[in-house]
């Protein structure tokens, strides 16, 4: 049989319904999108707990030595494999004092230029930052000037989050403002993702290397409330759905298997009837294409709608390739399943095929 006559019978095959293969291709559909969607709500879900545990500050460390931070050194922790960003703070006793509010001045701290990618500040122009609960307090927003008691006005260059979830009360109602790093801070603040025992190890690196021996240095986290660490890799490794690669893999298996065992009597008499073994697996190795196609033709779209709804958008190609990997190995199982139980079937057992017949 040329290429041409065996793609014609396969096709043949798969379009009349003597091999179910829409019938199968639509059960394993519905096996695949079930799994993928275990998987990937699984994966997101942890996804999600890894951005709730930066973006709460269980990721950032906080050193604390008072007047013995070196400015430039704590920024330069942000150069350090694994640390997203450091910056120095110093509380400046005096606050700040507003024209309203003379007998009552605002925490003022006084940051390194690192210290604004740390607690998510953008803005670059002249000002302070303030937080967004001393803001809507005060009534104030991006742009807007402060009166000060002394006369002089301050421009609120931008503000930052920093709810009240159990992270250090530090900057919950306080202005940052960003000086030059000459004079030595009190608190150098880094955030170390993906979380490892060396971030206070690499801490001591932000403290003056002239610092008196009985300085008290304390490293916290920011935000303990979420635990001291956020595993990602090992609880990637142990979520419960991790088997669905497997899973995926035994049901391609079995079905292929199944599909052929069914079609026993029909390949041992066309064995019977002169036809090559090596034909024959051709026939069956293109219907398997087939089946493989119309199955991803009906699981795609749902595959599709599962990953861009259980991640974020710097999650879908890591989710995506989780749901193919898991159609890939099922497909991969289903089509070798069937080739390799019809190099098992032979013309001599025709007879007992027949008897066995339903």
């Known amino acids: 049989m040329t290429l041409r006559d065996i793609w014609t019978e396969a096709w043949r095959n798969f379009k009349s319904g003597v091999a179910p293969a829409l019938g199968w291709s639509f059960a394993l559909a519905v096996v695949l999108v079930a799994l993928v969607w275990t998987d990937v709500k699984a994966v997101g879900d942890l996804a999600n707990e890894a951005r709730h545990f930066r973006a709460s500050g269980g990721s950032t460390l906080v050193v604390q030595a008072q007047g013995q931070i070196d400015g430039p050194a704590c920024d330069a922790l942000a150069r350090t494999t694994g640390v997203r960003a450091a910056g120095a703070i110093r509380l400046v006793p005096s606050g700040l004092d507003l024209a309203a509010l003379p007998s009552a001045p605002l925490a003022l701290y006084e ?103 009985d300085t008290e240095i304390k490293v916290v986290q920011l935000n303990s409330s979420l635990g001291a660490m956020y595993d990602g890799p090992a609880l990637m490794a142990s979520r419960a759905t991790s088997f669905a690669p497997w899973v995926a893999g035994v049901v391609g298996l079995a079905l292929g298997c199944f599909s052929v065992f069914w079609r026993r009597l029909e390949f041992a008499s066309a064995l019977h009837a002169g036809v090559a073994r090596r034909d024959l697996v051709l026939v069956v190795t293109f219907e398997s294409l087939l089946w493989c196609v119309a199955t991803l033709a009906l699981s795609s779209p749902f595959v599709a709608v599962v990953v861009v709804t259980s991640g974020g958008s710097t999650d879908t190609l890591p989710m995506l390739g989780l749901a193919m990997g898991i159609l890939a190995i099922a497909l991969s199982a289903l089509t070798l399943a069937r080739v390799g139980t019809t190099l098992l079937i032979r013309e001599s057992s025709l007879v007992r095929y027949f008897r066995e017949r339903r």
């Open 111 to 213: 940051s390194t230029p690192g210290f604004s990618a740390v607690i998510g500040s953008g803005s670059s122009t002249a000002g302070v930052d303030m937080s967004e609960r001393l803001s809507d307090a005060l009534g104030v927003n991006s742009g807007d000037h402060l009166q000060l008691s002394g006369g002089t006005r301050v421009r609120v260059a931008d503000t930052f989050t920093y709810p009240d979830d159990g992270r250090l009360s530090t900057l919950g109602f306080a202005v940052v403002s960003p000086v030059a790093p000459l004079a030595p801070f009190d608190q150098c603040w880094f955030e170390i993702w993906p979380t490892t025992d060396s971030g206070r190890e690499i801490s001591r690196l932000a403290v003056a290397i002239g610092a008196p021996v």
